[in-house]
């Protein structure tokens, strides 16, 4: 089966697990005899470039300044993507498509995918399918407020974005949806996502490089390797250990 993964980074050039986890589904999958191909962003190289399977076409940015400048760089890229997206459809023509983090390099990646027609599967292990407004260009685009320059910026963006053949309309369709987690899917359907069919599955440990240990003493140290985030509940494994050491 072809599959067309999409996530903002890869690795080599990685900035968390989530990424680590995309490389290790292509390979097993890639090791079951599918053809896979991936397409990332330039993060970590000079200028877009093929290593093998890997297309790195993409734009991405880990932070985009809050404003006007940065909303019209955050619709570029939303562009700039949509035309790597489209490239890569043309060129592979895959199955299905297995969108990943789409975070830092535009959710308007996803509007893309569903148009095209071929299944669109998502893996969701952050909170960025309940949070589409923090996408500058979704959230300029649903905001009807503000100030005459903001409502005036997205008519003009609106209008560029629809003449890309970028814009887009109406809620997203996560049929096929892998949540790492109840807490995200949960979320995910509070904030009106409809993914009621989706699947929780959780990340997988090789136990074959963790030796699980009995200890026979009191644990007084605790190490969280991990983003301190609230999302992340490095909060509930203080508190869990807290509790243990009173106990």
Request: with cysteine; proline share 6%; hydrophobic share 40%.
């Amino acid at each position: 089966m072809k599959f067309l993964v999409v996530s903002n980074f890869y690795p080599p050039h990685f900035i968390g697990g989530y990424e680590l986890g995309c490389r290790d589904v292509v390979d097993r999958l890639r090791e079951r005899g599918h053809d896979v191909q991936v397409l990332t962003s330039t993060y970590g190289v000079p200028c877009p470039v093929v290593e093998g399977h890997v297309y790195r076409w993409m734009d991405a940015a880990l932070r985009a300044p809050g404003s006007i400048r940065g909303y019209w760089q955050a619709v570029r890229r939303a562009v700039v993507n949509s035309r790597a997206f489209r490239r890569v459809i043309e060129q592979f023509q895959p199955e299905l498509i297995y969108i990943w983090n789409p975070c830092y390099s535009g959710t308007t990646i996803c509007w893309d995918a569903e148009k095209t027609g071929i299944p669109v599967a998502y893996f969701v292990s952050d909170p960025w399918l309940s949070q589409l407004e923090a996408d500058m260009v979704i959230g300029l685009l649903r905001s009807f407020g503000g100030s005459w320059r903001r409502r005036l910026m997205r008519l003009a963006a609106a209008a560029y974005l629809t003449i890309r053949g970028v814009r887009p309309r109406g809620p997203l369709n996560p049929r096929l949806a892998q949540f790492c987690s109840r807490f995200l899917l949960n979320q995910a359907m509070e904030t009106g996502i409809h993914c009621r069919q989706a699947d929780v599955i959780h990340w997988g440990v090789d136990t074959s490089a963790v030796v699980p240990a009995t200890p026979t003493w009191r644990p007084t140290r605790l190490l969280y390797v991990g983003q301190i985030a609230e999302h992340k509940g490095s909060h509930t494994a203080l508190a869990a250990f807290a509790a243990f050491a009173r106990n």
